[in-house]
């Protein structure tokens, strides 16, 4: 199965997010903000990364941007977690380079659909 | 696919409880810089308003997919209020900042609600609400209630035709057309046509970049807003055509309302260990399982050759031994912040209501202590701060004639010492007036009027349990209610407290706790043939007896004469109806004991040598004993009481009182000589 990223500063939200991918078998690492998914990923390369917008330290724009500089992660696809008031948020995003957004509150069910949208 | 989603709320309320906490303390630190520049307007570093900000938000995306639905409603008011903050929409000032801490003990409120299935004060959450919207928040009466799911209706069998083009740096997003086909032919029947006319000559290609667009037939029962879905990541990156041959059916779409099921799971203490103690912890255990495998071979095969490497061997095993208890403890620990934490709201809060200028300085926050140690340690600790600010820091006027600057300091430091976590609490007050303690106590019966006491013994007057509460907070300049409760929750952490104080400088609360409740440093001492542990920390001094400084005051409590000081003398013996080795004062030693500023001499028959012991309660397992704290189980297996040298103290005074007031003065010149002291080895 897939290797997949996430990125989040609540731990909750990393819990609920690992918990579902590893349920169907996907290997997952997580990241507590943009910096450490950076370290996190050197010399490796994930199949899907799926990060929150807001974080400390770096945030998911920055590390989108980041990302998509590393010819590892130029094609890489890179879902942003939004919620429904951040149109804004979401432009940003597509301009440095998002694949596409997972729609804050989901549940487990929601996020596999996604994930399998991607991955296939 | 069923995940239980209960499973992560513990995880949630923990950290939603410290987002609030740091949401509180930049709140009061953006407070601290309108103060600081003199104006009501607050100048808003961005990054604090993106700290609090962050905090609300990651409350709100959590409480929403975990389905606390009223949370997530009152966290999306604060969070647009938030928002409109860091866009530089609206100015903090504060009155907004102040609204923003109420709607924090809102949130807290509702979390506690959401955590224990119990209800929250509606009445006061709404009344928080409602200022937001007086303010002016324009998407506070807009609740989230849920994610909008758009049900495409049924339709008719629809036949649709879709032009896909997509800008040729599509692939840069990572998307992929091949994906978007994948997904649309699980919609219905669908044929593909690819059109290749866009493609440029071989030299001009970039592999990096679409060049292709297609045409699409789908048959099938599908809404049009099913289809735009598919391409919903795409939409600004392509051209897109939905044609269909019949009318879509219109679609509605239908709010779904996420159901707040509040868990009312049984609390689990659950405790949050950094990875480098864990690291240390794996460590020092595989340091163990190398020693133990050392130790194995060598037994395996044991000549008396190597019987040095054998020692050497059971040396490394104990140092191992150490080590992982060590580790296994630091697992325990935590940053005192946890309790510090709460602090500055108290005393922001309190100066306003006081209107006392005041400013909380806190240091060596990250000083680590156990964890059962910090949560019993938060209200006394709550308690003495707030004394200071309420008796101690004078108002402004006061303070101006008095010569000081206007605002008064509370100062907090915790540091490491000995074994020891000290904190203090220290404030420029007005400091403590003697003359006023004595007279209250007097006026109170506690002591005779001709009494005289040294300046720590009317300190100890504060810490007596009728004292204060008889006391006005406005009648005098001395500490007020409970300070007794204070100091005996302060005990039964292992801990005292001490006070320092100069009348016009300011007082010193400081506090000093054992690292670890589970552990305890203790002295062996033989009686008869039991062996019981003396804390090491009462421990002040052991001496032969000399016969003639021994006195037996009618009454029949034994005293003893150590440098102009008369001691009450405890026979263990006696106490534990134990037969000692022997009655002869000479031939065992007197251990002199300290607790609460008095002192006893605890006759013993020897002392067995300095040793670590793991406490075990004899509640639990037995029942509360006088004179007894705690047992321990000993390195051959046997049971040891372990001593409670307060109590002791105490019993041994209740015999003495009568006797000698002149028992209680103190000496300057004993050290503690424990450190150097010669334990002998039966």
Redesign the interface.
Known sequence: MATILTVD?????R??IS??LH??GHEVIQASDGQEALKVIEGKKVDLVIADI???NMDGITLLKSL?ALADY?????LM?T???QDAKRQQG?VA?????I???????QL?NVVK??L? | MAIDMRQFHQTFFEESFEGLTVMEAELLRLERTASANGHDTVSADPEILNTIFRSAHSIKGGSSTFGFSDVAAFAHVLESRLDALRDGRSLPDRRVVGLLLLAVDCLRSLIIAAKTGKQSDQGAIEAVRLQFEKLGSESAALPVTGKTSTQPRASATTHWRILFRPNPKMFHTGNDPLRIFRELSGLGKMKTTVDISGLPSWEQLNPEECYLSWNSELVGSVAREAIADVFSWVLDDCRLEIISNTMPVPTLSQRSVAEAVASIDAHTDTLRVSVPKVDALINTVGELVITQTMLSQLTANFTFDNLSKLFAGLEQLERNTRELQESVMRIRMLPLSFAFNRLPRLVHDMSQKLDKKVDLIISGEQTEIDKTVIDRLIDPLLHLVRNSLDHGIEPPAERIAAGKPQTGTIELKAYQKSGNVIIEIRDDGRGLRHDRIFDKAVEQGLIPADAKLSPDEIYELIFLPGFSTAVTVSDISGRGVGMDVVRSNIHSLGGNVEITSQAGQGTCFIVRLPLTLAILDGLSLQVGTHTYILPLVSIVESVRIVPDQVSRPAGGVELYGLRKEYLPLLRLSDLFHVMPRSTDLTQGLLVIVEADGKKAGLYVDDLLGQQQVVIKSLETHYRKVDGISAATILGDGTVAMILDVTGLIRMAHAGATRLTPASHGRIQDTGRHTGNMTPTIN
């Not at chain 1, 500063?9 to 939200?13: E, I, Q």
């Not at chain 1, 380079?97 to 957004?101: K, Q």
């Not at chain 1, 729609?103 to 069910?109: D, I, M, R």
């Open positions: 500063d609540t731990a909750s939200m819990q609920m918990f579902t349920s169907v807001n974080m400390p998509r130029k094609f890489t696809p890179i977690l919620t429904e008031s597509k380079g998002a694949t596409g957004w729609v804050k509150p989901f549940n487990p069910e596999l949208k991607v296939g």
